[in-house]
């Protein structure tokens, strides 16, 4: 090897073995590592809104159905749809109590739930 090339290869490697080098590096991976950490923690914050929003209809809805006396197909459908992701979130027992009191109901048609909730409505404002 020539004295030019070993003078660079001896460089090189200095360069890489220095404390610069390895400054260098860990800066980047410190850098990736609080972009990940701010990255997850504005996941968690957006999951626990998601769940608290689901938290929120499922609890009006059910609450809704019960006060009605019935439900109909498609409320249940959507309100299945609803719950499914809301359990597999963790949500809470509120929620299950809500929907399995859900499922006990009878299921109505439209019609008659329209009806139900009008009555509702003119007993609440004294119609």
């Keep these: 090897m020539t004295p030019f090339w070993q003078n660079i290869t001896i460089a090189i490697v200095s360069a890489l073995g220095s ?3 390895v400054s260098l590096v860990q800066f980047f991976v410190t850098r990736h590592d609080k972009a990940k950490e701010k990255e997850d923690e504005e996941q968690s914050e957006t999951s626990k ?3 608290a929003l689901g ?3 499922i609890a009006y809805l059910t609450r809704k ?3 009605r006396g019935g439900i109909t197909q498609t409320e249940m459908a959507n309100l299945a749809g609803l719950y499914a992701p809301y359990r597999a979130m963790g949500g809470n027992g509120d929620g299950k109590a809500g929907y399995e009191a859900c499922e006990k109901l009878p299921i109505i048609a439209d ?3 329209d009806r139900r ?3 509702i409505k003119r007993k609440e404002y004294e119609l």
């Design 19 to 21: 404390g610069g080098f």
């Design 49 to 51: 809104m998601i769940l």
């Design 55 to 57: 938290h929120d209809k």
């Design 65 to 67: 159905f019960i006060r």
């Design 111 to 113: 019609d008659e739930a």
């Design 117 to 119: 909730d009008i009555e």
